[in-house]
């Protein structure tokens, strides 16, 4: 991608001629944790949320950064692209080593990386499987360690689907990159956090916008057999805002699309986040 804006340890540069050490602790070790920022009609969405997530992604790893200076370049991102929507990926990691080792030294220096591409918000519907939740017991971290979403989502791929939604022993966790919500004709269920499911920004604004307008949403632990039964299936992210599951492949299950509580939820964040 050519003319993308980025900054390299507080130096801002073209994405192109930006070059980074081979034995930065992200590259070797994926010692690095990540947040993805959107923004819209350029203003950051859930800003302040956003850089708290960050922050106990860096206190459950003991990075320490400057917070304030991270915030700063963050927005300076957003506004050195003159894009209207989109959003910017922000990465630190514990530093670069001397030579790679498992043991990292205490003197190390925090390495920040962050660039800014234009999104467009639009309404999508998702084909989906389900799978066998293949990642690390952390996942409330928002570590760079992606192999097992990256291993699920590429098998889901190469089936023709757009996402996946995993399980570990039957009870659903979240998404490869998303949250699950799904509903039957009174109540939207979702399954509650834990260390199996990362704080998505998403589902927190949409939990607390259905909560302020009286829809019932219930946190828990839930089943593939909820799922099957759901009436109503969606996925929420910084970047997918909610789209609805139009088909499980090898399921039999009875999605209605448009269902009038996706719809209601669909509405509440479009008029709060989207317009």
């Not at 070790?29 to 860096?58: G, M, Q, T």
């Not at 996946?164 to 009174?186: L, P, Q, R």
Request: overall charge negative.
């Amino acid at each position: 991608m050519e003319n993308v804006h980025a900054v390299y340890n507080g130096r801002f540069d073209n994405l192109n001629n930006i070059k980074i050490s081979p034995l930065s602790r992200a590259y070797t070790f994926s010692d690095s944790v990540y947040e993805v920022i959107p923004f819209f009609n350029l203003k950051p969405i859930a800003f302040d949320k956003h850089i708290l997530r960050l922050k106990r992604s860096c206190d459950a790893l003991s990075f320490s950064v400057d917070f304030d200076v991270i915030s700063i370049e963050i927005n300076e991102l957003i506004i050195k692209s003159e894009l209207k929507n989109g959003y910017v990926y922000y990465q630190i990691s514990r530093g670069v080593d001397p030579i790679r080792s498992h043991m990292f030294g205490h003197d190390l220096t925090e390495e920040t990386f962050g660039y800014v591409v234009s999104h467009t918000f639009d309404s999508q519907t998702l084909k989906v499987m389900f799978c066998e939740d293949l990642r690390w017991q952390r996942c409330d971290i928002k570590s760079t360690s992606l192999l097992g979403n990256v291993m699920s989502m590429n098998n889901a791929k190469n089936k023709g689907c757009d996402e996946v939604i995993m399980h570990k022993n039957n009870i659903i966790t979240e998404g490869g990159a998303s949250n699950v919500f799904f509903a039957n004709d009174k109540c939207v269920f979702t399954p509650r956090l834990s260390e199996n499911i990362l704080p998505g920004i998403t589902r927190e604004l949409l939990i607390m916008q259905m909560k302020e307008t009286g829809i019932t949403v219930e946190e828990g632990e839930y089943t593939i057999d909820d799922l099957i039964n759901a009436k109503s299936i969606w996925l929420t992210s910084s970047t997918k805002g909610l789209a609805q599951v139009s088909e499980v492949i090898d399921q039999k299950i009875n999605i209605q699309l448009d269902h009038p509580l996706f719809k209601k939820c669909e509405k509440l964040f479009i008029n709060n986040y989207l317009s």
